[in-house]
């Protein structure tokens, strides 16, 4: 008789693959292990509400969550869209407080949780794994950064093409095509990018009038990345 079951995750090949935990030992890997939990979510199940309390930090292993604010108004701002091998959850749990944001998969989506005193041991046992911790938090806050840089000194226009520039970002200085895949809803990127998703629709049209771009459902393809750098300087 076959069994419906999923099949039992490796957990700490899992985690040694992950640019956090690459350098832990076998030992350290067994303790991290022995305390994570895995967590299954199916499209728009939600992980966390803003409110609950943190416990730990959380590993996408497959999958996309979405970050975002809610609103009284019944819209929401989405502040991070986090996919395979990223980390979430972590500044929170360090802060001891509650989510400021909530959380729902975008897709199905396999997580792993890693509980709060499992970190803290580690953290106490090894400073490579400390220093890894910082950077990490330290990149986060970059982009946060980043993104007030964006929303207040770049156009909606330029909002965009540097999002579909990202998308690209193995293109290098190709003057050739490319086509990429949008990640999740129109609607989900025009809240990332603080944008209504009328005015997303109407920059993309915008782009595919003058050249730049095609677009077909969620497959944009880019006709020339050179020329899209240059566009709306």
């Keep these: 008789m076959t069994s419906n079951k999923p099949d039992r995750l490796d957990i700490p090949l899992i985690?040694?693959?992950l640019p956090l935990f690459r350098e832990l030992s076998s030992e350290q890997l067994a303790l991290i292990s022995g305390v994570t939990r895995e967590k299954r979510l199916a499209k728009d199940e939600m992980l966390f509400q803003k409110g609950d309390p943190a416990h730990g930090l959380f590993v996408t292993v497959a999958g996309q969550v979405k970050l975002a604010f809610p609103s009284n108004q019944g819209n929401e701002k989405v502040v991070s869209i986090i996919g395979p091998r990223q980390c979430f959850g972590e500044a929170v749990m360090f802060m001891d407080r509650p989510y400021p944001v909530f959380a729902e998969a975008l897709s199905d989506t396999l997580l792993l949780h890693i509980s709060k005193s499992a970190i803290y041991e580690l953290l106490q046992?090894?400073?490579t794994f400390a220093l890894?911790?910082?950077a990490?938090?330290?990149l986060r806050l970059h982009a946060l950064v980043d993104?007030?840089?964006?929303?207040?000194?770049?156009s909606s226009t330029q909002r965009v093409i540097g999002y579909l520039l990202q998308l690209c970002e193995d293109g290098g200085d190709s003057a050739e095509k490319m086509t990429a895949t949008l990640p999740t809803s129109k609607q989900v990127i025009a809240s990332r990018l603080n944008l209504t998703p009328e005015t997303l629709s109407r920059i993309f049209h915008d782009l595919a009038e003058?050249?730049?771009i095609s677009v077909?459902?969620?497959q944009i393809t880019i006709h020339d990345l050179?020329?899209?750098r240059e566009f709306d300087l």
Excluded: H, I, K
Aim: proline content about 0%; overall charge positive; charged content about 30%.
């Design 210 to 212: 003058a050249g730049m």
């Design 125 to 127: 046992r090894d400073t």
């Design 136 to 138: 990490g938090l330290s």
């Design 15 to 17: 985690l040694s693959q």
């Design 226 to 228: 050179r020329s899209l």
């Design 147 to 154: 993104d007030v840089e964006s929303y207040s000194l770049r």
């Design 216 to 218: 077909r459902g969620r």
């Design 132 to 134: 890894r911790m910082l």
